[in-house]
């Protein structure tokens, strides 16, 4: 009985430490130098206790591969949801070039869901790491695989009329695989949208990540429409929902298009882009009703040409009230025809849109800088290199960087010989712009911040020892009011 007792333990204990696998975006900077953006595996494992054990999976910096990062014993903090981690303790790095360690290291993140976000310092070889799973590219976006709705094709992650709801079904195929595809294109697909004439009545070459609704035969009714709702269980036919999953805050949209206008029609095909919160949207919207997860949109025309031609087109943040919300869906609606039902009136001549490699873009502006609670003056997005006064050398968590939008980006630093180089990074983990900062520690406040009179107790490494003001690597300071700032030097 006590066996079988202790196996059955064994196998409970098994069940709620099984690992979630978190395919990561990286940034990482050695020494203050960044290297070149990178993706790597993440496994994350909560344990029976409530703390976590973390594996990196083939991790390198600086072009040197080191292998495998195992940290265990994470402390988790549960609020809100959410997970916080943290980590004080040591780690060895190998690889095929050397063994070190155990070197100190701090670990910071949260599990949220199914959102992964961390940041990983090793001071004592200068490594500073920042990785999320942030969901911030369109799924499909290049056209490259397609399923079957009934008889008719629809790439990946996109949808058309035939896998809409309503009168959808009775209407004809509007979307096609093409070959033709632009020049510097690293695919061999394209999709191909097309109007079509029904009962005498143009209907629109659509493609949407939503989904359509037909309900109505005027083509101007708002019962005709896309739509996202995040609530319904219905698949197409790859087994994907008809919502893209979507956390990024984008800048623009991109896409390459060729577009011929049919028989009678004169007006220019569209693109619109609606980056959502939780929760049903539609577009166009019922005339009275506001829809208060609408974060930001992107809209334009494109103009008749024979070439493939690349346009971009930035998102529209500050005519939505919404921008604190979290984005939860992105609705990307291409169709023939920038006026319900005034498209091609022949099927023999119809409306012609080619669409290759949507891509969304990142290119956060800074509003302004923040370190340790001191404003950086004259700050421009376009300067690069400041003179700023400190209480302290501040660590990456002291460091504040607003942008325009709400746009969100990564901070990693790195202070030598009176020198803060700030690189940020944006949701994707490219590098944006490099901040350098000329620092003067002000003697006269040594210990005082600049949020109110608390006195430093003392400086600490990560062995617990204390250490001097001029200490380099990790260090602890510990002040009067009961805080501690880790900062890197």
Same mark, same amino acid.
């Given at each position: 009985?006590?066996?079988?007792?202790?196996?059955?333990?064994?196998?409970?204990?098994?069940?709620?430490?099984?690992?979630?696998? #978190?395919?990561?975006?990286?940034?990482?900077?050695?020494?203050?130098?960044?290297?070149?953006? /990178?993706?790597? *595996?993440?496994?994350?494992?909560?344990?029976?206790?409530?703390?976590?054990?973390?594996?990196?999976?083939?991790?390198?910096?600086?072009? /040197?591969?080191?292998?495998?990062?195992?940290?265990?014993?994470?402390?988790?903090?549960?609020?809100?949801?959410?997970? +916080?981690?943290? +980590? !004080?303790?040591?780690?060895?790095? =190998?690889?095929?070039?050397?063994?070190?360690?155990?070197?100190?290291?701090?670990?910071?993140?949260?599990?949220?869901?199914?959102?992964?976000?961390?940041?990983?310092?090793?001071?004592?070889?200068?490594?500073?790491?920042?990785?999320?799973?942030?969901?911030?590219?369109?799924?499909?976006?290049?056209?490259?695989?397609?399923?079957?709705?009934?008889?008719?094709?629809?790439? $990946?992650?996109?949808?058309? &009329?035939?896998?809409?709801?309503?009168?959808?079904?009775?209407?004809?195929? @509007?979307?096609?695989?093409?070959?033709?595809?632009?020049?510097?294109?690293?695919?061999?697909?394209?999709?191909?949208?097309?109007?079509?004439?029904?009962?005498?009545?143009?209907?629109?070459?659509?493609?949407?990540?939503?989904?359509?609704?037909?309900?109505? /035969?005027?083509?101007?009714?708002?019962?005709?429409?896309?739509?996202?709702?995040?609530?319904?269980?219905?698949? !197409?036919?790859? =087994?994907?929902?008809?919502?893209?999953?979507?956390?990024?805050?984008?800048?623009?949209?991109?896409?390459?298009?060729?577009?011929?206008?049919?028989?009678? $029609?004169?007006?220019?095909?569209?693109?619109?882009?609606?980056? &959502?919160?939780?929760?049903?949207?539609?577009?166009?919207?019922?005339?009275?009703?506001?829809?208060?997860?609408?974060?930001?949109?992107?809209?334009?025309?494109?103009?008749?040409? !024979?070439?493939?031609?690349?346009?971009?087109?930035?998102? !529209?943040?500050?005519?939505?009230?919404?921008?604190?919300?979290?984005?939860?869906?992105?609705?990307?609606?291409?169709?023939?025809?920038?006026?319900?039902?005034?498209?091609?009136? @022949?099927?023999?001549?119809?409306?012609?849109?080619?669409?290759?490699?949507?891509?969304?873009? #990142?290119?956060?502006?800074?509003?302004?800088?923040?370190?340790?609670?001191?404003?950086?003056?004259?700050?421009?997005?376009?300067?690069?290199? #400041?003179? &700023?006064?400190?209480? *302290?050398?501040?660590?990456?968590?002291?460091?504040?960087?607003?942008?325009?939008? =709400?746009?969100?980006?990564?901070?990693?630093?790195? +202070?030598?010989?009176?020198?803060?180089?700030?690189? /940020?990074?944006?949701?994707?983990?490219?590098?944006?712009?490099?901040?350098?900062?000329?620092?003067?520690?002000?003697?006269?406040?040594?210990?005082?911040?600049?949020?109110?009179?608390?006195?430093?107790?003392?400086? +600490?490494?990560?062995?617990?020892?204390?250490?001097?003001?001029?200490?380099?690597?990790?260090?602890?300071?510990?002040?009067? *009011?009961?805080?501690?700032?880790?900062?890197?030097?």
């Amino acid at each position: 009985m006590k066996k079988i007792f202790t196996l059955a333990l064994v196998s409970l204990m098994s069940l709620t430490a099984m690992a979630e696998t #978190y395919h990561c975006k990286l940034a990482v900077d050695v020494y203050g130098e960044p290297s070149d953006p /990178m993706e790597i *595996d993440l496994e994350c494992t909560k344990n029976a206790d409530g703390k976590y054990d973390i594996l990196l999976k083939d991790f390198a910096f600086g072009g /040197m591969p080191v292998g495998d990062i195992t940290i265990n014993g994470i402390d988790a903090k549960t609020e809100e949801e959410q997970d +916080y981690l943290t +980590y !004080d303790g040591t780690i060895t790095l =190998g690889g095929s070039w050397a063994v070190v360690g155990p070197l100190p290291v701090v670990f910071e993140g949260f599990v949220m869901g199914g959102i992964f976000a961390a940041h990983l310092k090793v001071p004592d070889v200068g490594v500073n790491v920042a990785l999320c799973n942030l969901v911030t590219q369109i799924y499909g976006s290049d056209f490259e695989n397609w399923h079957k709705a009934g008889t008719s094709d629809e790439p $990946n992650g996109w949808h058309g &009329i035939k896998s809409g709801t309503g009168l959808a079904s009775f209407a004809g195929a @509007s979307a096609f695989i093409s070959d033709d595809v632009p020049a510097d294109s690293k695919g061999t697909k394209s999709v191909k949208l097309q109007s079509g004439v029904t009962l005498g009545i143009s209907a629109n070459g659509t493609i949407t990540t939503g989904r359509m609704a037909v309900g109505d /035969m005027d083509p101007t009714n708002t019962k005709n429409n896309v739509f996202v709702d995040p609530s319904s269980k219905d698949v !197409d036919g790859n =087994g994907d929902p008809f919502c893209n999953t979507f956390q990024g805050r984008p800048t623009s949209i991109t896409l390459w298009y060729k577009f011929k206008n049919g028989e009678g $029609n004169t007006n220019p095909a569209l693109i619109s882009a609606n980056l &959502i919160g939780e929760g049903f949207f539609q577009e166009p919207t019922p005339e009275g009703t506001t829809y208060e997860n609408l974060i930001a949109n992107a809209t334009s025309s494109l103009e008749a040409t !024979d070439e493939w031609k690349k346009v971009t087109v930035p998102f !529209d943040y500050a005519s939505y009230n919404a921008k604190e919300i979290d984005p939860a869906s992105i609705l990307v609606t291409i169709n023939t025809c920038s006026v319900p039902g005034g498209g091609s009136k @022949s099927n023999d001549n119809p409306d012609v849109l080619y669409v290759d490699d949507v891509q969304l873009n #990142y290119e956060p502006v800074v509003k302004s800088i923040h370190i340790l609670d001191t404003e950086v003056e004259g700050f421009s997005a376009d300067k690069t290199t #400041y003179d &700023i006064t400190l209480p *302290d050398v501040p660590a990456d968590e002291d460091i504040d960087i607003e942008c325009l939008n =709400g746009n969100e980006v990564w901070a990693l630093s790195y +202070y030598e010989n009176n020198t803060l180089v700030v690189n /940020m990074y944006n949701q994707e983990m490219k590098l944006s712009k490099t901040y350098t900062f000329n620092v003067t520690i002000d003697t006269a406040v040594k210990g005082i911040t600049a949020t109110g009179n608390r006195t430093v107790l003392g400086r +600490y490494n990560a062995n617990g020892q204390k250490v001097g003001s001029n200490a380099k690597g990790l260090v602890i300071t510990k002040y009067s *009011d009961g805080t501690a700032v880790k900062s890197v030097k």
